[in-house]
């Protein structure tokens, strides 16, 4: 990385002037503002459907329905936040800027791709696969945190700016 970049970033910058403009201008900011709260939406729904299996014993498969949702939406959008990370910071993940979010993001992913596993391959039993997704949710609330934390970062950046 550039030392003038490296400077913008540790005086607390998400973004150079370029890729704030990138960021800008690429239509994958509008797919990560769309599919991110829509991301959210169905994690809720997914939550409640695994609670109430949880607390009643009943909806094991609408449960489980919900979360492999849950999980297409989060590869979707992994997939698509790499190439927003490309376009704006021109690397395909860890860019200095959501460097934590993308190794938080990770973990997520592992989570959620070891409820496939588990579910599709090794036939875990349902309460374990229950817990794994749970582990999956906790931290992608903790992975949604980040990211609103740089999207409110990032405004008040601009309204600095401004």
């Given at each position: 990385m550039p030392d003038a970049l490296e400077r913008h970033h540790s005086a607390g910058s998400l973004y150079t002037p370029q890729q704030r403009a990138r960021r800008d201008q690429t239509r994958w900011t509008l797919v990560q503002g769309i599919l991110a709260p829509v991301q959210f939406l169905v994690f809720l729904v997914s939550l409640w459907l695994v609670l109430r299996y949880l607390t009643t014993g009943l909806g094991y498969e609408a449960a489980t329905v919900s979360i492999l949702i849950k999980t297409g939406f989060l590869y979707l959008i992994m997939v698509t936040g790499a190439i927003w990370e490309k376009t704006v910071f021109d690397r395909w993940?860890?860019?200095p800027a959501f460097f934590w979010e993308d190794v938080f993001s990770f973990f997520v992913i592992g989570l959620h791709s070891l409820y496939l596993y588990g579910l599709f391959v090794a036939g875990f039993a349902p309460d374990a696969l229950i817990v794994i997704a749970l582990a999956g949710y906790a931290v992608y609330?903790?992975?949604?945190?980040?990211?609103?934390?740089?999207?409110?970062?990032?405004?008040?950046?601009?309204?600095?700016?401004?």
């Open positions: 993940l860890f860019a609330v903790v992975n949604a945190g980040q990211f609103v934390w740089k999207l409110r970062l990032a405004r008040l950046q601009a309204e600095a700016e401004a």
